[in-house]
């Protein structure tokens, strides 16, 4: 998500900290599993309000800085309000603009740019107080029956055993900032799994990182839900990826960080109230900017949707920790 503070930590595995070196952020967390799904789920119900204009549910607690992949799933949820039953999205291109408050609603207007025989394709503008913060083309296929030779996943370790991000020691993230924590954290709806040694900054030389997600209480039989939610998810862990690639620890409050944008491509359905692989590397960092993929998985190894994304990352002198050399 376009913007920095303290408060819009992007989904990208920043921390707040404690009092030890061993704090976590489990007790951070508020309600019941079934309660924070509900919240994710209504984040992604967007209210028509006029011809193709809709209005977005806020963050319950929100403070600062409003979470990019919520803002990318419910300018999807928007658009796909205005296309015929049938045609699902198989692909959508965001940028974002400004940081978005929490304070403010957001304010949907799609625009119907294409209805064929097959694809239809919609535009998103995302603003708040009648100033954009994020613009969106999705495209629309009605349902086609073809082969498909997707890639295999890659053998890597499952889903059981592995540790949990709220569960992981705080300064071994590979971003670093101090405050109170996020409703993003307060209200989060799923788990979120590694290996520890990706968790404590050690992937560094690693061919990719990994990340197992699943939300923790069922979500409705809508495969459109289903999107959606991985969507959202979809901007988790992504730019800080370019970081653990190389060994890198970032100050979050001298480093400045921010998604510039936010590409998803969907292949086939699936379920995210069951595990998720999401894949990631990133082939570039310099010039200021990062470039960052991934792809998702089922647990049988299905390849269900692609992201790229690119991002500000600039690291002042003082601001970061290189990679230690053995």
Same mark, same amino acid.
């Given at each position: ?17 404690? &009092? ?15 309660? /924070? ?13 006029? &011809? ?24 999807? #949820? =928007? ?9 699902? @999205? ?10 978005? &408050? ?23 503008? =995302? ?8 613009? $969106? ?30 569960? #992981? ?23 979120? /799994? ?16 990994? $990340?197992?997600?699943?939300?923790? =209480?069922?979500? #409705?039989?809508?495969? #459109?839900?289903? /999107? ?16 653990? /690639? ?11 960080? =921010? ?23 990133? @082939? ?43």
């Amino acid at each position: 998500m376009q913007g920095y503070n303290k408060y819009d930590i992007d989904g990208d595995l920043v921390t707040a900290h404690g &009092n030890g070196m061993n704090d976590t952020r489990r007790a951070q967390v508020s309600g019941t599993d079934a309660e /924070r799904v509900g919240i994710l789920s209504r984040l992604l119900t967007v209210e028509k309000v006029a &011809n193709d204009i809709f209005i977005a549910p806020r963050m319950p607690d929100g403070l600062g800085r409003i979470f990019g992949g919520q803002v990318v799933a419910q300018a999807l #949820a =928007a658009a796909q309000q205005t296309v015929e039953e049938g045609r699902n @999205p198989h692909s959508l291109h965001a940028y974002f603009l400004r940081g978005g &408050n929490e304070d403010f609603p957001i304010e949907l207007r799609v625009e119907r740019d294409f209805d064929g025989g097959s694809f239809s394709n919609r535009r998103v503008i =995302a603003s708040q107080n009648g100033t954009p913060i994020l613009n $969106l083309t999705a495209s629309f296929q009605r349902k086609s029956v073809a082969p498909a030779w997707p890639i295999e996943m890659p053998d890597v370790p499952g889903p059981d055993g592995l540790q949990d991000e709220l569960d #992981a020691p705080s300064r071994g993230h590979p971003v670093e900032y101090e405050g109170p924590a996020p409703a993003l954290v307060k209200h989060r709806a799923f788990e979120m /799994r590694a290996p520890a040694a990706q968790w404590e900054g050690n992937a560094g030389g690693a061919e990719h990182t990994v $990340l197992w997600f699943k939300v923790m =209480a069922p979500m #409705a039989d809508d495969p #459109a839900q289903h /999107r959606l939610a991985l969507t959202y998810l979809s901007d988790y862990g992504l730019l800080s990826t370019a970081l653990l /690639r190389r060994g890198l620890r970032a100050k979050f409050n001298a480093a400045r960080m =921010a998604s510039l944008d936010h590409a998803l491509w969907f292949h086939a359905d699936m379920r995210v109230d069951d595990w998720i692989l999401f894949v990631t590397d990133s @082939p570039f960092l310099g010039s200021g900017r990062a470039l960052t993929r991934g792809h998702f998985f089922t647990r049988d190894g299905q390849l269900v949707a692609t992201a790229s994304q690119e991002g500000m990352i600039r690291l002042p002198e003082g601001s970061y920790t290189p990679p230690s050399r053995g």
